[in-house]
C-alpha cells in the first residue's frame, strides 16, 4: 500500500477513507492518532494489525460534538458530564459503560468505553468530515515512542495505511490523563496533562490506580487500563534514569557515560536547558527547560526516537519531580527506562 502524507485540504478524501472502513492518521494536541470507524470493528481491526498492538488492548474513541457521546456512552454520571463540560474539549479520556452498538473490537471486549473529545482543530474536521466517531491509539508501531510529528507517523506506518494528514508538530506531547468514572470516586488510569490535582478541583476525591503511580514495575497489581502493562514508550538503547541533587545527578551521569564511552559503546545523555553546558561525554540532548514542564512534555517522545536515529546503546537520563505535569512525565520515562532508576 502507498501512504500518501498530505496537508489539511486532503481532508474530504480523509473522510471518505473513515466511511470505507479505511485508517487516516491525524494530529490531536496530545500525539498523532491512528483513525478508523469506531462503530465497524473491520475498520477497529485494521489499527490493531498496522500498530502490531495486541488485541485485549482497547482503543479511544475521539468525538467532535457532545451529540456523539450517546452514540457510544450507556449512561453519563452527573460527574462525569462536570468533567466533561470543564476539560473537554482537551486532553482528557474519560472511561463510561459502553453502549452494545459499540463492537468488543474497538474496546478489546471490555464493557466499557474510553472516550476524549480533542481541541485540535485538525482531529475536530476530520471526526466532523467523517460523519463518523473515531477510534485512535496513537499512530506509533507498539512498543515504539507515541509520534508527535507527521514524520514520527511516516517512519513507523509507511507502506501500511493509505494516508497520513500533516498538521504540523503536536502541542502537548504525551498521551491524555484517562479517568475511569464508572465506580464512586474517579480514578485516574494513565497520568497525562490534566493533572491530579486539576481533577480534585472539579470532583473532590480522586484517586490513582496503584499500578501507575508507583516507580517500580508493577508486578503484582494488574493495570485498569489495559494498555499501561505493556512494555512502551521505550528507546532501543538502554535508558537509566538518575535523580537526586542536581550536582550530584550531573556527577553520575557524566561518569557512567564515560565509563560507557571507554568501553566503546555509543552513549546518550538527556539533560535540561539549565544543565546542558555541564556535560563533556556523549552525544547530548535537552529535553527543555526545568521551569518550564511542557516543553519536557513536548521534546520527550522525538527526543527518544533521536536516541533510536542515532544507534544510541545507553542513555542516561536526568529526573522529574513527580509533581502535576511531572507525574505524566516520569510516569513515561520510568516505563521507556523499563524502571531502572539511580538514586544519589
Ligand atoms: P493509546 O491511545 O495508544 O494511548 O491507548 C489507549 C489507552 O486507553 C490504552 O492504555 C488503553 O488501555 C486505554 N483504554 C482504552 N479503553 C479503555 C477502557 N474501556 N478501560 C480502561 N482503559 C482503556
Ligand atoms: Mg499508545
Keep these: 500500500m502507498k501512504t500518501k502524507l498530505v496537508k489539511m485540504d486532503a481532508l474530504p478524501e480523509a473522510g471518505e477513507i473513515i466511511r470505507a472502513g479505511g485508517l487516516v492518521a491525524f494530529p490531536t494536541e496530545t500525539v ?6 469506531a462503530m465497524n470493528s473491520e475498520a477497529a481491526a485494521r489499527i490493531y494489525q498496522a500498530k502490531g498492538r495486541p488485541s485485549d488492548n482497547p482503543l479511544i ?21 462536570k468533567i466533561m463540560e470543564t476539560f473537554w474539549p482537551g486532553p482528557l479520556t474519560v472511561i463510561l459503560n459502553k453502549k452494545d452498538e459499540v463492537p468488543d473490537g474497538t474496546t478489546g471486549g ?26 485512535a491509539p496513537s499512530a506509533n508501531t507498539s512498543g515504539r515512542p507515541s509520534p ?15 494516508m497520513i494528514l500533516d498538521g504540523g508538530p503536536v502541542g502537548i506531547g504525551i498521551e491524555s490523563t484517562i479517568v475511569d468514572m464508572t465506580g464512586e470516586i474517579p480514578m485516574i488510569l494513565r497520568p497525562g496533562y490534566i493533572t491530579k490535582e486539576m481533577l480534585e478541583e472539579v470532583a473532590g476525591e480522586v484517586r490513582v490506580d496503584p499500578a501507575v503511580s508507583g516507580r517500580q514495575m508493577p508486578e ?14 521505550a528507546p532501543k538503547g538502554k535508558l537509566t534514569l538518575v535523580e537526586g541533587d542536581t550536582d550530584k545527578v550531573v556527577d553520575k551521569i557524566s561518569r557512567l557515560a564515560k565509563e ?3 568501553e566503546g559503546f555509543r552513549v546518550g545523555i538527556i539533560a535540561t536547558d539549565e544543565t546542558m553546558d555541564r556535560y563533556h561525554t556523549g552525544i547530548r540532548k535537552s ?4 521551569e518550564n514542564p511542557d516543553t519536557v512534555a513536548a521534546h520527550l517522545y522525538g527526543i527518544l526516537r533521536e536516541c533510536d536515529d542515532l544507534d544510541l546503546d545507553y542513555i542516561y537520563s536526568e529526573s522529574f519531580f513527580e509533581k ?16 531502572h532508576l539511580i538514586t544519589v
Design 61 to 81: 474513541v475521539h468525538i467532535a460534538d457532545m451529540d456523539q457521546l450517546d452514540l457510544v456512552a450507556r449512561e453519563v454520571p452527573p460527574l462525569a458530564r
Design 220 to 233: 503484582h497489581v494488574v493495570a485498569k487500563a489495559p494498555g499501561m502493562k505493556y512494555r512502551h514508550y
Design 110 to 135: 471490555l464493557k466499557t468505553v474510553a472516550v476524549r473529545m480533542p481541541s485540535h482543530p485538525d482531529a475536530r474536521a476530520l471526526i466532523r468530515e467523517s460523519g463518523r466517531v473515531i477510534a
Design 260 to 262: 560507557k564511552e571507554r
Design 32 to 37: 498523532y492518532g491512528l483513525g478508523a470507524d
Design 148 to 162: 508527535t510529528t507527521a514524520l514520527h507517523v511516516l517512519e513507523d506506518m509507511d507502506g501500511k495505511i493509505p
Design 287 to 290: 529535553i527543555g527547560s526545568r
Design 324 to 339: 502535576g505535569l511531572g507525574n505524566a512525565i516520569m510516569n513515561r520515562m520510568l516505563k521507556a527506562a523499563g524502571y
